[in-house]
């Protein structure tokens, strides 16, 4: 898979948007940019993805430079409850099933 | 939706005690996996199943064990547990979304916490 590079932490108001960049230079046209979150010690959970075009659903959008070397997941308006660690993933295709997790961004969401 | 279960919740070990951690998907997934997350890291893949049938070993499958017994279920071993396996284990399934493998959505189970003394 390619390389995924996010900053360790970061902090966010309560009520604006979170930014969170992701690194992928490495990245191949037929590879998707992957966003998953986890909340505590509790499962991850997916949040959204992508392949060229920026993508929004309930709980983000994900915008993707036009070269595809790097994302941003945006949180249009964090709550507490966004505080979480996020994973930005480039899945490969074709290589049978291997979704690697690298270490993610600690997003503290604060008052 | 029961989604991804995993059992037991929780677990203590002896060192070489063996056991199996139990999972099993209602989603009619093919895919599914097994990750271990240790403290303040990321997850890291042990074995994953693109199929029943078939598994293949991910990052770290040292000293595991798997079985894909069915479409529903995947299992993970440890023959003789060590104090360097304590850590949990997440299991996970994905759907497919498109023409391509490759653009899937994972779904986790809660988790298994082991501790091997």
Not at chain 2, 5 to 10: A, D, N
Not at chain 2, 94 to 115: A, P
Request: glycine fraction near 8%; proline fraction near 4%; include cysteine.
């Amino acid at each position: 898979d390619a390389k995924t590079t996010q900053p360790t932490s970061m902090d966010c108001a309560e009520g604006r948007a979170a930014n969170l960049p992701c690194n992928h230079s490495t990245i191949s046209g037929n590879e998707y940019v992957y966003w998953y979150r986890q909340i505590h010690s509790q499962g991850p959970q997916y949040i959204i993805h992508g392949l060229k075009n920026n993508e929004t659903n309930e709980m983000a959008s994900l915008i993707i430079t036009e070269d595809r070397k790097s994302s941003t997941l945006i949180l249009p308006h964090a709550t507490l409850r966004d505080t979480a660690v996020y994973y930005c993933i480039v899945r490969v295709y074709n290589q049978g099933g291997k979704l690697i997790f690298g270490q993610g961004t600690e997003l503290s969401v604060k008052p | 939706n029961a989604g991804v279960t995993q059992t037991p919740k929780f677990q203590v070990l002896k060192t070489g005690q063996s056991m199996t951690l139990q999972c099993a998907q209602d989603m009619n997934h093919n895919s599914m996996y097994w990750y271990r997350q240790d403290p303040g890291m990321g997850l890291r893949l042990i074995y994953y199943s693109a199929s029943e049938g078939t598994t293949d070993k991910g990052e770290v499958p040292n000293g595991y064990n798997v079985s894909r017994l069915n479409k529903r279920e995947f299992s993970l071993r440890l023959e003789s547990a060590a104090p360097s396996q304590t850590s949990v284990y997440f299991c996970a399934s994905s759907e497919v979304l498109g023409r391509y493998s490759t653009n899937e959505k994972l779904f986790f189970g809660s988790g298994t916490q082991l501790s091997v003394l």
